[in-house]
């Protein structure tokens, strides 16, 4: 008998069966059930592999000062990874980061915020959120959410190509195969209901495996619910944004035990006497965490002040000394900042971080070639749009002006608060080179039936003198004589269009074909 993945009939499985020409009827690890696979175990993997480092990276980094906390995350996530249903190669990690929050890629590659651990009172709370997470890796929840997204695509293009399947495949690759940022979107995830729920059950049967009261799964639910009920500040936009609490899911973790029966450890004194040094450290954190939000309001005096007492209280964490540079450096004090960088190198060398600061204070203080590899051993560790600004800025600077073009229009398209200036430092090279690449141009007929010249921005920058020339062109699209100069000397924003009456008579259908608009010049607007 033939295996199905999706018995329904219909369009969706019209959809649905021409989509799995191109993907694989697979059993699901954890549940046993039978589902449609795009994302093979191979690929798992490498996107977990590849997108670990950079996530770990841009969610804080890993806590450095104190290792012996990772290791012991490690005990435990290994336990539990030990009985899971699915053999991937399991890491954990514990990241410097405040907010309350754990997230799993796919292929096994698990971390947690240390502002999650100072929150959990057990050993048995930490096997549930480990349990949760080795669950939403083992049973595929990652690779569903791109599969979900590549099926729509497959059932766009079956609607649109019909049987042509050569083109689906090739769209369906490109989905599968594009985009530099899977790691980030994975991080954003919101997991439905039904995986939430999944992730519960099974966590719980993984931690009574490995010895664990699986009560504790319950008591932390309640616990979550409860803050999520009062908006806990820093758990809306950690756990509770991607693993949403409710009343249902403390309910079905109640029968989960039930059916489990009683027995287990709790691990409190364990957990206590491990978890003691984060805690002794979390004044320090807290006033880091304040130092932030001052430099946030560029009250730099306070920043100064809390940052400070921050590193009164843990000198050996090379994140407090990175924060004084960089409120030194917001405060355009660039060789103040710059010892402090390199202090946080020193006690922090594997964070994107103080180099990207040193790179930046290394720049603005004319040092071109120390600022371009401190920029470089940044981008590496994690690419990001102001590294690619300053990049572009020393390409520019000695002359390599298609490389910096290259680094601008990259660091543009990003969402980062560099992308607009370098968008404008882009669209300056361009212009001198190319300004048609920013415009879009034409002779158009107006409401009144007379002819305009219809010039658009098609940027995102303001753009002001904008020089052209209105051209006659034969049949063949070559220019053989030119009308007349036109200009633009208001400002046009990004998207907005200037429309020129120039006195052009009334023109027929072969003439108004022959004219076209030639930019010749324009100005990124002050």
């Known amino acids: 008998m ?14 649905v069966l021409a989509a799995a020409q191109m993907a694989g009827c697979g059993v699901n690890p954890v549940t046993g059930r039978n589902e449609i696979q795009f994302v093979s175990e191979s690929e798992e993997l490498q996107i977990g592999a590849k997108n670990y480092a950079p996530s770990r990276q841009s969610e804080g980094g890993d806590l450095t000062v104190l290792p012996e906390l990772t290791a012991y995350v490690n005990e435990v996530g290994r336990k539990l990874a030990a009985v899971s249903d699915r053999n991937l190669p399991y890491e954990f990690t514990v990241l410097n980061n405040s907010v309350p929050n754990a997230w799993a890629l796919p292929g096994g590659k698990i971390a947690v915020n240390r502002g999650l651990l100072t929150e959990l009172h057990s050993e048995a709370e930490l096997a549930a959120v480990l349990g949760h997470e080795i669950v939403h890796a083992a049973a595929r929840h990652g690779a569903k959410a791109q599969e979900r997204g590549t099926l729509m695509q497959a059932g766009m293009a079956v609607a649109q190509v019909g049987a042509a399947v050569g083109g689906v495949d090739n769209q369906v690759a490109g989905v599968l195969l594009g985009g530099a940022g899977v790691g980030s979107q994975m991080l954003q995830l919101h997991y439905g209901r039904d995986q939430e729920l999944e992730a519960d059950e099974y966590g719980m049967k993984y931690m009574k495996r490995a010895g664990y009261d699986p009560q504790a799964a319950i008591t932390l639910q309640e616990t979550f619910v409860r803050l999520s009920e009062g908006r806990q500040q820093g758990w809306v936009q950690g756990l509770f944004a991607s693993h949403p609490p409710s009343r249902e899911r403390v309910d079905r973790n109640r029968q989960t035990a039930a059916k489990l029966g009683p027995g287990g450890q709790k691990g409190t004194e364990e957990f206590a006497t491990r978890v003691a040094p984060l805690l002794k450290l979390k004044p320090a954190y807290d006033k880091y965490d304040e130092a932030v939000a001052a430099l946030n309001r560029k009250d730099y005096q306070g920043a100064r002040r809390l940052a400070a007492e921050a590193v009164r209280l843990a000198p050996q964490e090379g994140r407090f000394a990175q ?58 560790l994690l690419p990001t ?26 660091a543009a398209q990003s969402q980062d608060s560099f992308a607009q200036e370098a968008a404008v430092e882009a669209a300056r090279l361009e212009l001198k080179r190319n300004p048609n690449t920013y415009f879009a141009a034409a002779v158009q007929i107006d409401a009144f039936n007379r002819p305009v010249v219809v010039i658009q921005n098609r940027s995102r920058v303001p753009m002001t003198d904008i020089r052209a020339t209105l051209v006659v062109v034969d049949d063949q699209g070559e220019i053989v004589g030119s009308d007349r100069e036109l200009a633009v000397r208001e400002t046009v924003a990004g998207g907005q269009s200037a429309v020129l009456d120039v006195g052009l008579s009334a023109l027929n259908a072969e003439q108004l074909r022959r004219l076209r608009v030639r930019i010749d010049s324009a100005r990124v607007a002050p």
Do not use: H, W
């Not at 199905?4 to 019209?14: E, K, N, Q, S």
């Not at 749009?385 to 990259?410: F, I, K, P």
């Open 385 to 410: 749009a102001s590294a690619a600004l300053y990049l572009g800025n020393v390409a520019r600077d000695r002359g390599d002006m298609q490389a910096a073009l290259n680094l601008y229009q990259s």
């Open 323 to 380: 924060l004084q540079g960089d409120i030194e450096l917001n405060d355009k004090k660039p060789r103040e900042a710059l010892p402090y960088y390199e202090k946080a190198l020193s006690l922090s060398p594997g964070y994107f971080g103080a180099y990207l600061g040193a790179g930046i204070a290394q720049y603005r203080l004319g040092l071109r070639p120390q600022a371009e590899d401190t920029l470089r051993r940044s981008a590496a």
């Open 2 to 15: 033939t295996q199905t993945c999706f018995p329904r009939a219909g369009l969706l499985a019209v959809l």
